[in-house]
């Protein structure tokens, strides 16, 4: 294992580091020959350790430090997604600008309303008013932009920065950006101005809670500090273009004041801002001008006088610019501040666009054109979601902060805490939306303006794994879509991609075969996680006929080798026998066996046990060439792997893992076959790389690439994207690496990947493949599940860890069904303690388990107030704390004590 340590005790005693697969030598007792060295170093470290030197050192990878803060040129592609799950949403910009409007039932990158902005006017006692707006300085093109929306100044490129975004007014000197999802902050000052500002963004995002999660709003907390020592009058202002309608309008209600945006339709279109602070000031249009004269009102009165000016006459706009004007809304605040006092100004921005209708032809179900979204089922209108978060914003927020405060307390490290928390971003982009009853429906990712990839195509979605463990019931809800409307009731096959539509049905039947047999996988994880019996029963007879197509479609002889074509997620078909799809076949199979004996189906549960075992045995025979699985020999046909290696040849054994089952093929191949991808595969720079494919990673960037030849033999026309490095399949590698104890090659290809995302060459928030936010990025909670050795049953009742480092003194955030908060880990010489702490719902648990490095000899559980004695079963170095079923929620904590007396 990477990171272990031996001692020589033999007639030339040497102590020594094995880290990865070098030799650091600590000490060197006697002289010896060098033959002698390096036979005591051969009978040490094992052959299938991987032989790549690393470019990272262990602090780099293994170090708590999270990557939080961006600075000046690590600012340039910066932008946090704001927004609700499946809602659309607003980003925050490194610099503190509000870019990325997608908040209109489509993808919108680029896109920024008119004039939409926060700003603040300030003006110390006995001294002149300044003005300027919250944003750092202007990043972008200073020659202006090369991609226009309808509503942008259509000049564009070679007349400057868009001046109807406000491009012309003073801005903060200093910017710097830092986030811990959900939550972002950008600091602002100016050596000239006396106040200094914090912009916090942020989104409801509680684990469980779908429906609050599911809110169309970006919250804005700014936070301005008189930094002077006299007394200084401030003001805070806040513009918005209505892009719903052309109605606008004041709200003032006790506790809750709203700039009200909307179409003039009950339960129409609308947009808000919202406070519980109220109003100093406002203007509900701004004046009809044109072009650049658009803005003059604004100057002559925030930014003079630090207040808006509503008495101004209606007029009727004489062209686009001035009707585009008139759709303008400000509102103000204002309070004087003492030296040193910070005033804390919360601001609720909200969208309300009930109808999706963005659907394109070639995606939608027969029949099917619009239908409501699922925030508009749950709030009747704009005024009603802006209503309802301003009376709970104080519970929201907390539930949040308790969120990001429990999931950075692990000590796992911080370029995995970073990693996934980052991802998470994609529930709150356009590459998912939420049907009226709550089904998620998802793309694979977004261009700029359109979506990429329709269906929740099973042989994408079969990687994201962060669904599922926090928000059980929606990932459940892609099952339940999948069976009911995408399964070919005569054999069982699936289609792949979903029509896009509540209900739509599939016409046509293309299975991908790894997505398929995953989401049996899945069903499993799923059922596990839920234990929700019901739902396994109701789903069962169709999860099985699903396996059993393989009988008639991959492995007609049921030898458990896959002879026939498995169409899969390279875009291609493997004509002949390989891991890739093998390996996902072996995970279905150990998964429905469980399941049918669950279900008492114990003829299935047989013949699954039997094909599982036939396909182990050929594919470790026939497929295993001795250092890494590869495809049987011939292989007719294009776009074959042939002699190669392909990255994804134990995807299914990383289901094996997550899933708690045994492994999918012989232990021993599998270790050296995983050293063997990140030995062929890794590359630690890209400059000398010839890739025809797409290109995620150049120059210094650092990768895996999907598929290599290391025995030579690479066809004329090789699989596709071989030269690629695709964050997701990257991250189920290092997921793998990680269960098979190779620490240090599972953190160096997740920090890699991190490390090109890192604001100034990309966006750190939006992972890219075939479009933006994609969604197999989010394959890399994988690495919170490896490190922790967290699994849990709501089938048995039971939780375990089995952390693979900080084993001293271990915590890792963990989220199932019905509560999620931390799990501990203490150990000491002679007593150990594993601790369940949830901070929202409640587990009812029956058994817990953990390694407490020793055989204990006694268990006391300690559940609330009370203490009782259980007993413990030990069995190969595991501890199995069995005790009468317990209510565990936050005020019933449960901790379990092992000792040796």
């Known amino acids: 294992m990477a990171m272990t340590k031996a001692r020589i005790c033999m007639a030339f005693p040497i102590q020594f580091n094995v880290t990865n697969c070098g030799v650091e030598f600590?000490?060197?007792?006697?002289?010896t020959t060098l033959t002698l060295i390096l036979m005591l170093i051969a009978a040490c470290v094992e052959a299938a350790e991987p032989t790549t030197k690393l470019p990272f050192s262990p602090n780099e990878l293994l170090g708590r430090e999270i990557r939080d803060t961006y600075r000046d040129d690590h600012l340039e592609r910066v932008a946090f997604p704001l927004g609700g799950l499946g809602s659309g949403c607003i980003s925050l910009s490194g610099t503190g600008k509000l870019v990325?409007?997608?908040?209109?039932?489509?993808?919108?990158?680029?896109?920024?309303?008119?004039?939409?902005?926060?700003?603040?006017?300030?003006k110390p006692q006995g001294q002149p008013s300044q003005f300027k707006v919250l944003e750092g300085q202007l990043r972008e093109r200073l020659d202006g932009p090369l991609y226009l929306t309808p509503e942008m100044f259509q000049e564009g490129n070679g007349v400057g920065p868009q001046s109807v975004q406000g491009a012309g007014f003073p801005r903060m000197r200093k910017a710097h950006f830092r986030a811990r999802f959900p939550f972002a902050e950008v600091h602002l000052s100016d050596r000239n101005l006396p106040v200094s500002a914090v912009v916090e963004g942020w989104s409801p995002f509680i684990p469980g809670n779908d429906r609050d999660s599911s809110l169309p709003v970006a919250v804005l907390t700014v936070t301005l500090t008189n930094r002077s020592?006299?007394?200084?009058?401030?003001?805070?202002?806040?513009?918005?273009?209505?892009?719903?309608?052309?109605?606008?309008?004041?709200?003032?209600e006790p506790g809750f004041q709203a700039l009200h945006l909307h179409d003039d339709v009950s339960g129409g279109k609308s947009m808000f801002v919202a406070s519980p602070e109220p109003f100093a000031s406002w203007l509900t249009h701004w004046p009809a001008d044109d072009q650049f004269m658009v803005a003059e009102h604004f100057a002559r009165t925030f930014c003079r006088h630090g207040a808006f000016d509503e008495n101004i006459p209606p007029e009727n706009p004489r062209s686009g610019h001035a009707r585009e004007s008139r759709r303008i809304g400000s509102a103000g605040f204002r309070k004087e501040l003492a030296p040193g006092e910070s005033w804390r100004v919360p601001l609720v921005i909200g969208w309300y666009f009930p109808i999706f209708d963005t659907g394109e032809p070639h995606e939608l179900g027969e029949g099917i054109e619009s239908w409501r979204n699922y925030y508009a089922e749950q709030w009747s209108s704009g005024l009603d979601v802006a209503r309802y978060v301003i009376q709970n914003l104080p519970r929201l927020e907390q539930a949040t902060r308790q969120f990001q405060d429990a999931f950075f307390s692990s000590t796992l490290p911080g370029t995995v805490l970073e990693g996934i928390s980052a991802n998470l971003s994609v529930l709150r982009s356009p590459t998912i939306i939420r049907y009226p009853d709550g089904t998620l429906y998802g793309w694979e990712g977004c261009a700029i303006n359109r979506r990429l990839g329709f269906g929740t195509c099973n042989h994408v979605w079969n990687y994201q794994q962060a669904i599922a463990f926090l928000f059980p019931a929606?990932?459940?809800?892609?099952?339940?879509?999948?069976?009911?409307?995408?399964?070919?009731?005569?054999?069982?096959?699936?289609?792949?991609?979903m029509p896009l539509g509540p209900g739509a049905k599939a016409t046509r039947f293309h299975p991908a075969a790894d997505g398929q047999l995953g989401m049996v996988s899945q069903v499993y994880r799923d059922w596990q996680i839920s234990g929700d019996d019901r739902w396994l029963r109701e789903l069962w007879p169709r999860v099985k006929k699903s396996l059993e197509y393989a009988w008639t479609a991959w492995d007609v002889d049921r030898d458990g080798l896959m002879e026939g074509d498995s169409p899969n997620t390279l875009d291609l078909k493997f004509t002949t026998p390989e891991t890739m799809t093998g390996s996902q076949y072996q995970a279905a199979l150990l998964a429905a066996e469980q399941m049918a004996i669950y279900l008492e189906d114990h003829e299935s549960a047989a013949e699954y046990r039997r094909v599982f075992e036939s396909g182990k045995r050929l594919s470790d025979k026939q497929l295993f060439n001795g250092e890494y699985y590869t495809q049987m020999l011939p292989a007719p046909g294009d776009y074959q792997l042939g002699e190669g290696s392909v990255s994804e040849q134990l995807h299914g054994q990383l289901y094996c893992r997550i899933n708690g089952l045994e492994n999918a093929y012989d232990a021993d191949h599998i270790r050296t076959a995983l050293a063997a991808v990140f030995r062929n595969h890794y590359r630690d720079s890209f400059f000398d790389v010839i890739n025809v494919n797409r290109a995620y990673s150049i120059g210094d960037d650092r990768g895996l690439l999907i598929a290599t030849w290391p025995k030579g033999g690479r066809p004329v026309k090789p699989v596709l994207y071989c030269d690629e490095t695709q964050a997701g399949y990257e991250y189920q590698v290092a997921g793998n690496l990680l269960y098979a104890g190779f620490l240090l090659e599972g953190l160096t290809v997740f920090k890699s990947i991190r490390d090109r995302y890192d604001g100034k060459k990309r966006n750190p928030f939006c992972e890219f493949e075939w479009g933006n936010h994609y969604v197999r990025s989010m394959a890399n909670y994988n690495a919170l599940l490896a490190l922790s050795g967290f699994h849990y049953s709501g089938v048995a009742k039971s939780i375990a860890i089995d952390p693979q480092l900080n084993q001293e003194q271990f915590r890792t955030f963990f989220s199932v069904d019905g509560a999620w908060g931390i799990v501990e880990q203490l150990r000491e010489p002679r007593q150990a303690t594993i601790a369940v702490r949830p901070a929202i719902g409640r587990l009812e648990l029956q058994q817990v388990r953990m390694r407490p490095g020793f055989r204990p000899t006694s268990a006391t559980v300690h559940w609330g107030d009370t203490t009782t004695i259980a007993s413990v079963l030990y069995r190969d170095g595991v501890a199995e704390v069995t005790l009468d079923r317990r209510t565990v929620d936050p005020d019933h904590v449960l901790k379990g004590v092992l000792a040796h007396e």
């Open 474 to 497: 929606v990932q459940r809800s892609i099952h339940e879509n999948f069976y009911r409307y995408g399964l070919r009731e005569s054999d069982g096959c699936l289609e792949h991609r």
């Open 26 to 31: 600590v000490s060197l007792r006697c002289p």
């Open 100 to 122: 990325d409007w997608e908040i209109f039932n489509a993808p919108n990158k680029g896109y920024q309303p008119r004039q939409s902005f926060l700003s603040v006017w300030v």
């Open 229 to 252: 020592q006299v007394a200084t009058e401030v003001a805070l202002g806040i513009n918005l273009q209505n892009r719903a309608g052309e109605s606008n309008e004041i709200i003032r």
